[in-house]
């Protein structure tokens, strides 16, 4: 993210802004950000008088303007940092009066995090004009897989398409947990070190090969062997596995598949980012695309959706998921 980028240089430079409010639906890097901004404004020795952490939920608006007009004990700037700031939101307005005239001597940091303030406010308007307003907004799912090898790359790594493509499949646009569990593989593996399917399943956990990934392969292929035995694996490992995010992952997958059947240009530079997939796996998208037909495609996803249904409990005396995952295959492939 440029923006992130260009707060942590400026701060690098000593252009060091007196409020520092960091909002919107990513935490992670209203996290990284506020974590960088603790660590390196003040000197070990400094932090003792001049560092003030206070919790949103354990504190009032006057009690943070309060601790920011202090003025820092031998040292040139306090730092006052107001995590889960998103706890004061009914009264956040009440920072208007301080955002119009901030104290010089402090930097003054909100991690309003899973919420964003109203633009047209003149709180808004001040803390720009006085200070720096971030607002970070989530990922879509297919700007993930870039977003990851753009992090390994920055920490000396590189990853294998399958590999990138298994951690956005299993942990979504959670940018936190995914930094956490590169932050594992970089303990285990070298610097250098092209990260790989096998990386991840003996690190991380994940199945290279019994996976919603790979089910999904083996029935765009219509490799049924396979796509039974994956089911099989799902039935024995439940929790792993939770029967409802299988049937919404092959539910979107084969929205994909319908979608890609109703565009006129199927040229793969203009296709992968409208389905919102990587280049890389188009060819298994392509396969799907022969191997069923817009009609049949029509009728899998209204089966998926009464398998959906049935899968939490509703039109169904309490069906193993075992049965309902045979069925979703059975109806797909029939």
Known sequence: MDEVLKIINDLKAGNIKPIYFLMGEEPYYIDKLTEYIENTILSEDEKGFNQTIIYGRDTTIEEVISNAKRYPMMAERQVVVVREAQELSRTIDKLESYAENPQPTTVLVFAYKYKTLDKRKKLVKLIAKHGVLLESKKLYDNQVGAWINKLLQGRGYSIEPKANAMLVEFLGNDLSRISNELDKLKIILPKGHTISPKDIEYNIGFSKDFNVFELQNAIGSKNQLKAYQIVQYFAENPKDNPMVVTVSLVFSFFVKILKYHGLKDKNPKTVAPILGVSPFFLKDYDIALRNYP???????????????????????????SHDLLKEMLVSIFS
């Open 294 to 320: 817009m009609k049949k495609v029509s009728g899998i996803i209204a089966t998926l959706r009464d398998i959906d249904v049935k899968s939490k409990g509703v039109g169904a005396n309490a069906l193993p």
